[in-house]
């Protein structure tokens, strides 16, 4: 068999962009162990968008650093059409992470040092892209609505613009995975509808598939499937107008 072949073989016999099977995470509490995660299955098709909805500390974040590669599951494994993260090399596993998912971080993460477009043109720096950097990040700053903050630093911003500027950077390499983790959490409602239609316009034009976590049932016109973190991180399928806000 040829190594292309033998890739294939391996690859699930659906479309799915990225699969998570039996996945557990557990984190040290005290002198116990808490098991956020137990039993956690899920695959998102291409240009799927997906909410995962949970209370509070339910493991949503968990589950979303998980796919995105930025942690690893203590069982089960997660696959990128077909590839299982844990078998990827340092490089593949680094080129997964910042070329194919862009990540909306709950707490923002930008860099404090750096104006909030440099923050969007980062990832296209890292990735050693020159040309058209400065006007692709631009760009995106006008669709979330804050192309006037491109030069001011994040301690310069509200929590609604930061959570903006992630979200632009989340996107300025053209992920083939979006994973929000709670992206209009500190957004107006009008000003989360606008990121909201950032997100189906690159599932339009991109075909992206996006999972969003969000313990907020609004905003959710759209989605394909709406899941429902239980406790154990199994995950719920409720059809999409049924979505109830869950609490806090
Ligand atoms: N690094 C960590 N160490 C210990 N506990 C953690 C860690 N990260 C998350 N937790 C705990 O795991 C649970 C799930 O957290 P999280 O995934 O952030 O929930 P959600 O995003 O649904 O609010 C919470 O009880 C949280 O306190
Ligand atoms: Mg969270």
Do not use: C, W
Not at 24 to 40: C, F, H, I, M, Q
Not at 71 to 77: I, K, L, N
Not at 181 to 201: I, Q, S, W, Y
């Amino acid at each position: 068999m040829s190594e292309a072949a033998a890739v294939t073989a391996t690859a699930t016999t659906t479309d799915a962009v990225v699969t998570a099977t039996g996945l557990a995470k557990r984190y040290p509490s005290g002198e116990n162990v808490l098991e956020v995660l137990s039993a956690t299955d899920l695959e998102i098709e291409a240009g799927e968008r997906v909410a995962v909805l949970g209370a509070s500390g339910i493991g949503k974040s968990t589950l979303l650093h998980l796919l995105g590669g930025l942690d690893h599951p203590d069982e089960g494994a997660i696959a990128f059409r077909g590839r299982v993260l844990a078998e990827m090399s340092e490089q593949e596993l680094a080129a997964y992470r910042n070329q194919e998912v862009g990540f909306v971080f709950q707490f923002f993460q930008l860099l404090p040092e750096f104006t909030a477009l440099e923050n969007v043109m980062m990832p296209l720096l890292v990735g050693r892209e020159a040309r058209g950097v400065r006007e692709r990040a631009r760009k995106l700053l006008a669709q979330v609505g804050i192309e006037q903050r491109g030069h001011h630093f994040p301690s310069q911003l509200s929590g609604g613009e930061r959570q903006r500027v992630a979200i632009a950077r989340a996107l300025v390499r053209e992920p083939s995975l979006v994973l929000a983790d709670e992206p209009t959490g500190n957004l107006d409602v009008d000003t989360g509808k606008r990121v909201m239609e950032v997100f189906a316009r690159i599932q339009e034009e991109r075909g992206a598939a996006i999972v969003m976590a969000t313990h907020n049932a609004a905003l959710l016109d759209g989605f394909d499937r709406v899941l429902y973190m239980q406790p154990g991180g199994r995950l719920e399928e409720r059809p999409v107008g049924a979505a109830q806000p869950v609490g806090t």
